[in-house]
């Protein structure tokens, strides 16, 4: 008995081992391929100064200004309104995720991503997914 379940439990690994192999192999064949000036241009389009007030449950809302730096750092201010001492500033590193997420490293080691969208950058997880996406534009940085 104890000979037949190791038999079986083999031909099963050795049964997705092999599917596995021949996905990969197709699906990599039609994995589309961005050439060098459309990852050079779409980085070149996030350069800048950002915007926006996003909710806060403190107070009225959280001013944010993120500018976002050609030479891969960025420093993003936030100002909590009617709060006279609610005013930080962050600075650090960023990466690109993917072409439409790009992932914020500040001095701390703390990570924030954000959506790249039309020239505005949405708070995001790091798959570009945002939690509610019917208050999306609650959480958008436009860009200035």
């Known amino acids: 008995m104890k000979t037949i379940k190791i038999i079986a439990l083999v031909a099963l690994v050795t049964f997705f081992a092999n599917c596995n192999n021949e996905i990969t192999n197709e699906d990599h064949n039609n994995i589309p391929t961005i050439t060098e000036n459309e990852q050079s241009s779409s980085i070149t389009n996030i350069y800048g100064t950002y915007e926006g007030i996003i909710p806060s449950a403190n107070t009225t809302g959280i001013a944010m200004r993120l500018i976002i730096?050609?030479?891969d750092t960025f420093v993003l201010t936030r100002k909590y309104q009617g709060n006279k001492q609610g005013?930080?500033?962050?600075?650090g590193s960023y990466t690109f995720?993917?072409?439409n997420v790009i992932e914020l490293i500040n001095k701390k080691g703390i990570r924030t991503y954000y959506r790249v969208e039309n020239g505005s950058v949405i708070l995001s997880d790091p798959e570009g997914n945002?939690?509610?996406a019917d208050y999306a534009s609650q959480y958008q940085l436009?860009?200035?």
């Open 69 to 71: 730096n050609s030479d």
């Open 87 to 91: 005013s930080f500033k962050d600075q």
């Open 97 to 99: 995720i993917n072409e």
């Open 130 to 132: 945002i939690a509610d």
């Open 142 to 144: 436009k860009k200035v």
